[in-house]
């Protein structure tokens, strides 16, 4: 006998996002369609609305308590959804975190978001693992998706009761965080609210990519970042449609292949995995193709790219800016309306604007530092006072971006204000990779800045002051690019190593990465 989960729904005046992106769907009778396509098979909107209940049972029996964080360290699956919507129908607050990290990341990320339990894919437990004591009694339970480890999250689920009465949460409460890298190397809990989700949808999902229950689609960028958590999971589930997650890494050929055999109608990239999509083999012809929309974001789409991959697709590439501070994208070009080499125009609902250095509004056609305000942005950073009052002003918000507006209204990225590099789409420090490299015990001084490759993408270069001075070997700098290869998740080692017998330095002795930057061939 199938006892079908009922759909809840609270009182007026209360809000709970998870019912809007589950319950909804049952409510509505699409209880039955496929709600995730991953590496072990299908689940519809009432199963995982199923899951997600029991999920929030369990979290009750643990003990963990309306409000209190749960840190998430899962690579995607329908257990990030089962989790990450399940905690919030509770009113626990899950805090998803990037499963590339080291484990003095996670270390931080435990302490500073005081965490009651923690949710880890097993690959991630062991990384994570030798940290975990020292958070005990505040972490109580480490919960694993997968064969082994602590409390397995099936066993969990399958002991629980399949119905949940929702938390009586209001769209102003606190419903999850993500973290955000800084300059000076210690990440920032961007604190969301319950509304914050369905705005991203109501906003760019549904009016700008037209997103329809029929959609099926693939988001390269996983649901930990805030760009991957609307693509794959936010967007879909506002419309019944369907998500397709994959567990492994995103490179060419695993992306590729996923082009073909669920034959998404909606993909997400970076620009990194674009120019490197279209230089390998693994990319189908256009006519296995089902794609109607695809999106980059997380850095500035070359021009050149966009309209390769137009070519070779037939689909328009989008690019948008969006950031973790504003859940999603917040400048963006349309599918009837863009132009290749500008972020496209403001997304109605939100607004920007270009200060100067000095406070004032920049004029016409002059770069100026981009501030945005819109519904999505979130509350704060979490135990961060000082930097929080320095990024959100008002209801303003710093994007730490340069920018400029063409006289029809593009918008046109122009390099980010800060010395902080992106890279394949995620924030790298360049103090942090100086400071691997630093502790290579050849390496007297280093300075890290971006550089472009053969596509036009920023990739991190070094610049090398050796101990014994003069110049270092190939063999040298090939040591040196594994050495912090070793140290740090991969993407961030340095492409490029230049050795010079100095670095320019201000009279206080910071390093003028600047110069750098202006010394390099364009
Ligand atoms: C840069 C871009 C030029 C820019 C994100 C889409 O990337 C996202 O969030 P993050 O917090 O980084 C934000 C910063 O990344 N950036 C992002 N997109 C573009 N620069 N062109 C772009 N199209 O410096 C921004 O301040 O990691 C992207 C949706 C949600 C996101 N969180």
């Known amino acids: 006998m199938c006892m079908a989960v009922q759909p809840k729904s609270l009182p007026p005046g209360y809000y709970n996002a998870a019912l809007d992106l589950l319950d909804r769907n049952l409510a509505e009778g699409r209880g039955e369609r496929v709600a995730v396509i991953d ?88 990384t994570i693992a030798p940290e975990i004591e020292r958070h005990r009694p505040q972490l109580a339970h480490v919960i694993v998706s997968g064969e082994s480890g602590g409390i397995r999250l099936e066993e969990l689920l399958a002991k629980s009761d399949p119905e949940h009465e929702p938390a009586r949460t209001v769209a102003d409460d606190i419903a999850f965080w993500l973290y955000s890298s800084g300059s000076t190397g210690a990440p920032k809990g961007a ?21 329809g229950p029929d959609d099926v689609v693939f988001s390269a960028a996983k649901l930990f970042f805030a760009y991957g958590l609307g693509n794959a999971m936010t967007f879909p589930f506002a419309v019944g449609a369907a998500a397709v997650l994959m567990a492994e890494r995103s490179t060419p050929a695993s992306c590729a292949k996923r082009l073909v055999d669920h034959r998404p109608t909606m993909f997400f990239g970076v620009p990194t995995l674009y120019a490197a999509m279209l230089a390998g083999t693994d990319l189908a012809e256009k006519e296995r193709l089902a794609l109607r929309r695809c999106v980059s974001a997380g850095e500035a789409l ?16 989008l690019d948008g800016i969006g950031s973790t501070e504003m859940l999603h994208i917040f400048i963006s070009n349309r599918p009837d309306d863009f132009r290749y080499g500008s972020s496209g125009k403001p997304v109605p609902g939100y607004e920007a604007r270009l ?40 209801r303003w918000t710093k994007t730490g971006d340069k920018y400029r507006v063409t006289e029809d209204g593009w918008w046109i990225y122009c390099g980010r204000s800060d010395d902080m590099l992106k890279v394949s789409g995620q924030y790298v420090s360049p103090f942090e990779v100086e400071a691997a490299l630093l502790t290579h015990n050849e390496v007297l001084e280093a300075a890290v800045v971006g550089h472009e490759d053969a596509d036009r993408l920023i990739k991190p270069k070094a610049y090398i002051v050796l101990k014994g001075g003069g110049g270092g070997s190939t063999a ?16 961030k080692y340095p492409r490029w190593i230049e050795f010079v017998p100095s670095l320019p330095k201000t009279a206080t002795g910071k390093i003028q990465r600047f110069k750098l930057r202006a010394s390099q061939p364009s």
């Open 39 to 126: 590496d072990r098979g299908r689940t519809t909107y009432a199963a995982l609305t199923e899951r997600a209940n029991r999920f929030a049972n369990a979290l009750a029996d643990l003990g963990v308590e309306r409000e209190q964080r749960i840190l998430v360290a899962l690579q995607d699956s329908v257990d990030f959804p089962t989790v990450f919507l399940g905690a919030i129908k509770a009113g626990v607050v899950p805090v998803a975190v990037n499963t590339a990290q080291m484990a003095r990341d996670y270390d931080f990320m435990l302490e500073d978001s005081g965490a009651r339990a923690l949710v880890v894919s097993q690959p991630i437990l062991e």
């Open 302 to 317: 070359p021009a050149e790219l966009g309209e390769r991959w137009q070519k070779r697709t037939g689909v328009p590439l």
């Open 355 to 394: 200060v100067s250095e000095t406070g004032g509004e920049v004029a016409a056609g002059e770069i100026g530092d981009l501030q945005v305000s819109g519904p999505t942005c979130c509350i704060m950073y979490w135990r961060r006072r000082e930097k929080s009052r320095d990024t959100f002003i008002g």
């Open 191 to 211: 604190v969301h609210l319950q509304c914050h989700l369905m705005e991203t949808y109501r906003l760019y999902g549904g009016p700008i990519l037209g997103i």
């Open 476 to 491: 040298l700098a090939d040591a040196l690019k594994a050495h912090v290869r070793s140290r740090l998740a991969p993407f």
